[in-house]
């Protein structure tokens, strides 16, 4: 991985409509090329988070925030969403509202034809994306016969036409079934192995963190009580239990057969669980 | 979401540079304005709209959809202004108090005609304009691309304004509410469960599409469109004829003895 690509020091944030903090002097790094996840009960801030990052709050909504947000160098709450153009795209929860387009294709040329580039360079932008999330398929379809997944896959792939380097999701599966989900997390795993995005994501869904993430991070009431890779955060259940995260199934189990006595690492995977079990 | 009123098809209007129907509309609108007290010489231009709604391929259920509203209006029309006329020209219908004449038929008519051709003309060029070439429009007429950009989403989303209005109906009605029954206040009185969860709901949504809208520069500055119409000598021909003809109207309608 490489240099600095995201960094929040000290931060505080709330909205207008509350003088509660929602964040409470949250400090963080991410590292470029590295995938993030933020994990938490409902109303923790974890969607909050992103929209500091994304430069939405408070220049979109209404809010106050205090403390350093800095985006590959830039001053993220000073310069708001408008000086991050090109670094940083999110993606939010809804498929159905993100797609806007009568054709898919304007849909992917959406953003590009939004900042005003030239002709070609929009043109070249929604074929690439197209190639690298082999759309071609979807291409003569009206958007919004399109399944959940598919409408979360072309709002990604409509965000990356921007050619952010830092992606943010979030929840993107929380309203997607199971194809759906599957589809997403697949497009997101080729991301970051093929383009090396450095991807922030707040997720509730533990069983498809733990596939992607290189770190995962659990809030709790706006500030952050732990942080660690996925097989060392979930080997301390009781720890991610109190802060209302769930821990994968196959750690849990484990969990479970050590408070039994039988003497076994905790796995986070399946896949890891059926090797540590000779299955 | 934003779909807007636009029907796909592939009708004579669909191809028509959006700047030609645009031009039309005003056409229409000015004939119809020029026209508005005497409903023979509003006639022409009633009839080349409701032509053009034929031509421009919208559905029947949204064409039964206008022409009963239209049908409504036209009798409140003829009540309210053949009653301000009922003392000009012969009577042709004498109820009680009422009296209808035929000056007070022309004239109301001719106010129907002067409501009625601009909306349906408005709704051919929506119902035939992607959503992306109305804002292509506005912003060549050099309105600033913000206001091009809030005009389509608004008229964009008033489809999706109706569904949810349905869909809140629906799940009111489900809890027991029954909105055919009870007198007129009270039937009012029932819309109150539907207006103010439709008015959270709506709010909501925009709240939605405006962080949509915003993380992905709607509005930044000036606009690329990789879909640009061209103007063809079809749009020229089409653009000459309605000049003609409408601008014919006009000028009849204009001079009283024309």
């Known amino acids: ?279 | 979401m934003l779909t807007g009123l636009y029907v796909p098809k592939d009708t004579l209007f669909h191809r028509l540079d959006p700047r030609v129907k645009l031009l039309w509309t005003f056409l229409v609108l000015v004939a119809s304005i020029a026209t508005q007290f005497n409903c023979i010489k509003g006639a022409p231009v009633f009839l080349s709209v409701v032509v053009a709604l034929a031509l421009s391929g919208i559905g029947a259920g949204f064409a039964a959809l206008l022409i009963f509203n239209m049908s409504a209006f036209l009798i409140a029309v003829i009540l309210v202004w053949a009653g301000m006329y009922s003392s000009h020209g012969v009577p042709v219908l004498e109820l009680g108090v009422f009296r209808l004449t035929d000056v007070g038929v022309s004239v109301a008519l001719g106010k129907f005609f002067l409501i009625i051709c601009p909306v349906l003309a408005f709704a051919v060029f929506f119902t035939s304009t992607k959503p992306y070439h109305v804002m292509w429009t506005l912003d060549k007429l050099g309105l600033p691309h913000k206001l091009s950009l809030a005009f389509t989403i608004s008229l964009s989303m008033l489809p999706s304004i109706v569904k949810s209005t349905r869909e809140v109906i629906e799940v009111q009605k489900t809890r027991g509410l029954a909105l055919d029954r009870g007198w007129p206040l009270e039937r009012l009185r029932k819309h109150i469960p539907i207006i103010v969860p439709l008015i959270a709901r709506l709010l909501s949504d925009v709240w939605d599409l405006s962080m949509v809208l915003a993380s992905r520069y709607a509005g930044y500055g000036r606009r690329t469109y990789v879909f640009e119409p061209k103007w063809s000598r079809g749009d020229s021909a089409f653009l000459l004829l309605s000049l003609l003809f409408y601008g014919g109207v006009a000028l009849w309608g204009v001079f009283p003895y024309a």
């Open chain 1, 1 to 279: 991985m490489g240099g600095l690509s995201v960094r929040l020091r000290d931060l505080y944030a709330r909205y207008s409509v509350s003088a509660d903090w929602v964040l409470k002097g949250i400090s963080l790094e991410v590292r470029e090329g590295e995938m993030l996840v933020v994990m938490g009960p409902s109303g923790c801030g974890k969607s909050t988070l992103l929209y500091i990052v994304a430069g939405l709050l408070p220049w979109v909504i209404p809010g106050v925030v205090k403390g350093e947000a800095s985006v590959g160098g830039i001053d993220v709450a000073k310069e708001g969403y408008r000086g991050l153009v090109g670094r940083v795209g999110i993606v939010f929860q809804n498929p159905e509202m993100q797609v806007i387009a009568q054709s898919v294709y304007e849909e992917l040329a959406m953003v590009p034809e939004n900042l005003g580039l030239p002709k070609n360079e929009v043109i070249e932008r929604v074929e690439w994306v197209v190639n690298a999330l082999d759309l071609g398929k979807y291409l003569a379809k009206n958007p919004q016969s399109l399944s959940g997944g598919e409408k979360q896959l072309l709002a990604i792939a409509s965000v990356l036409t921007m050619r952010p380097k830092v992606l943010l999701l979030d929840e993107p599966t929380s309203m997607l079934d199971h194809r759906g989900t599957r589809l997403v997390l697949d497009t997101i795993s080729l991301l970051k192995r093929e383009y090396g995005l450095t991807i922030m994501a707040a997720e509730h869904r533990v069983e498809w963190a733990v596939e992607v993430a290189d770190r995962i991070l659990v809030m709790h009431d706006g500030r952050v009580m732990l942080e660690g890779e996925p097989e060392e955060l979930f080997s301390r259940v009781e720890e991610v239990e109190k802060y209302g995260v769930r821990p994968p199934g196959a750690s849990e189990v484990a969990y479970e057969l050590r408070r039994a006595g039988v003497k076994t690492p905790i796995p986070v995977r399946l896949r890891d669980a059926l090797r540590v079990y000779g299955l």
